[in-house]
């Protein structure tokens, strides 16, 4: 190859790279205004909301989060946030999350938190797997509702329902909860985007989990293990 035809291909590989190189940083900065954008946003929410990355651990916690537990973005980053946890309420918390970030799956349940000033608050949390780019999973977010004054004098979740409950498998969580919340086996499927059959079969199996024999009595366990309001 003659040097003066090199000469030209090097030259366009390195205006090439150039290109490729300015087109990342413009992604970058797209991403950081982005990011910037979220949390303004975030911290004028008036729900506690955190982030995680792809790691489990947690990344990122809100104004309304980080004054409610009286503690610093530092403190709360990676498995500081679980020092807040009610001891009762740590195992079922974690193990939830877990499985749910393992699976790519939502979940929703109540713990107690300890707040600024050192007492616990019963809070409704929730998290759903978020993905960036071409559906490259990045990790979760959740919220986390005080419901203290709510459930005062009024819910207490039952121990042996919550592990009866949480033996169960995400899905089977999944259509306890909606069935639970009044909706047929029917719209169960079509919400989670399954068969009929299969969401019979999972009414089946949690029945047969829980030792009923009626839909009345998963409602109760449901309650019980504080997966819907009393």
């Given at each position: 190859m003659a040097p003066a035809k090199q000469l030209d291909e090097v030259g366009a590989l390195r205006e090439k790279l150039a290109e490729l190189e300015a087109e990342l940083q413009r992604h970058k900065e797209r991403q950081?205004?982005?990011?910037?954008?979220?949390?303004?946003?975030?911290?004028?929410?008036?729900?506690?909301?955190?982030?995680?990355?792809?790691?489990?651990?947690c990344t990122?916690?809100?104004?309304?989060?980080?004054?409610?537990?009286?503690?610093?973005?530092?403190?709360?980053?990676?498995?500081?946030w679980t020092e807040g946890l009610h001891p009762d309420d740590r195992d079922l918390c974690l193990?939830?999350?877990?499985?749910?970030?393992?699976?790519?799956?939502?979940?929703?349940?109540?713990?107690?938190?300890?707040?600024?000033?050192?007492e616990y608050s019963w809070v409704e949390g929730a998290g759903v797997p978020?993905?960036?780019?071409?559906?490259?999973?990045?990790?979760?977010?959740?919220?986390?509702?005080?419901?203290?004054?709510?459930?005062?004098?009024?819910?207490?979740?039952?121990?042996?329902?919550?592990?009866?409950?949480?033996?169960?498998t995400e899905r089977e969580r999944q259509v306890l909860v909606l069935i639970a919340q009044g909706k047929s086996t029917k719209e169960t499927a079509s919400q989670l985007g399954i068969s009929y059959k299969t969401a019979d079969s999972h009414?089946?199996?949690?029945?047969?989990?829980?030792?009923?024999h009626e839909t009345a009595s998963m409602v109760r366990y449901a309650i019980r293990a504080g997966l819907i309001e009393p």
């Open positions: 950081r205004a982005g990011e910037v954008r979220f949390r303004l946003l975030a911290d004028a929410a008036p729900v506690m909301i955190w982030m995680s990355g792809p790691d489990a651990l990122y916690f809100n104004r309304a989060w980080l004054e409610f537990r009286g503690r610093t973005q530092d403190e709360e980053a990676g498995n500081g193990e939830t999350y877990l499985k749910a970030f393992g699976a790519r799956q939502p979940f929703r349940l109540r713990y107690r938190l300890r707040r600024a000033g050192g978020r993905f960036e780019g071409e559906g490259a999973f990045a990790g979760f977010m959740g919220s986390a509702i005080d419901i203290t004054d709510r459930t005062r004098g009024l819910f207490a979740p039952d121990q042996e329902s919550v592990r009866l409950v949480f033996s169960l009414r089946s199996r949690i029945l047969e989990k829980l030792g009923v």
